[in-house]
């Protein structure tokens, strides 16, 4: 039976570069999220590089890449996993511009997946147990780049990670969830000087907001369509 996910590193230069950077930012920085640092001191993330955020091209690619990481995935373990989608050459971005490609970038791996959604989640973007679907399984979506206005998100590249919904409900059945989730929040207080105010927790409003990182007001509009 298999313990965890198979993590398979690819071997070109590109990738490595890109691995060596977060792990610095991840871990060297000493990032708020105690699951990320969780997730690369373990090994236990799929990182993969990809051209023109927001392009069909990168959307195909995502989606083949995060089948053969479900594939080798253990839905049984209590481990945390991340599959990361790094864009290393692209051009530095505002918040807006990052906002706008994430979802343009969402919507091309929608439309060329095959699978249906996940049916334990909501597709639509304004429902409260909303969540991204693809491959058939739920991801929750953290958009990260060098200009974000969060110190926690401004990773070394435009960044899509994808952590499995499953795992976040898996924490709540182990009864770590809050403290977990009071611990990284409360970090990231201390890094940023004041808490989140996109932070929601899951059924409480729509999590399509936290998604890019932005600050976005009540009137915002998902451009997200199912």
Not at 32 to 55: I, K, R, W
Not at 153 to 160: K, M
Request: contains cysteine; charged residues 25%.
């Amino acid at each position: 039976m298999k313990t965890s996910v198979q993590i398979k590193h690819s071997n070109s230069r590109k990738e490595i570069n890109s691995q060596s950077a977060f792990r610095k930012f991840i871990l060297e920085e000493n990032h708020p999220c105690v699951m990320a640092q969780s997730v690369f001191t373990q090994d236990n993330f799929n990182l993969h590089t990809y051209e023109n955020l927001g392009s069909r091209k990168a959307a195909k690619e995502i989606i083949e890449d995060l089948k053969n990481y479900l594939s080798s995935y253990n839905f049984k373990s209590k481990q945390f996993f991340s599959f990361l989608a790094t864009f290393p050459n692209e051009k530095k971005l505002s918040e807006k511009q990052f906002e706008s490609l994430l979802w343009q970038q969402l919507q091309f791996l929608h439309e060329l997946d095959e699978n249906p959604w996940d049916k334990t989640v909501s597709d639509d973007p304004q429902n409260d147990n909303f969540s991204f679907s693809v491959a058939g399984k739920a991801f929750y979506i953290v958009g990260m780049h060098p200009n974000s206005s969060r110190k926690a998100r401004q990773s070394p590249y435009p960044t899509l990670v994808f952590n499995m919904h499953g795992q976040f409900e898996k924490l709540r059945e182990m009864g770590v969830y809050h403290k977990v989730r009071d611990k990284i929040r409360q970090r990231d207080k201390e890094l940023q000087g004041n808490m989140n105010p996109m932070l929601k927790d899951f059924g409480d409003e729509t999590e399509a907001k936290q998604y890019s990182g932005r600050k976005v007001g009540k009137d915002w509009k998902c451009p997200f369509h199912h």
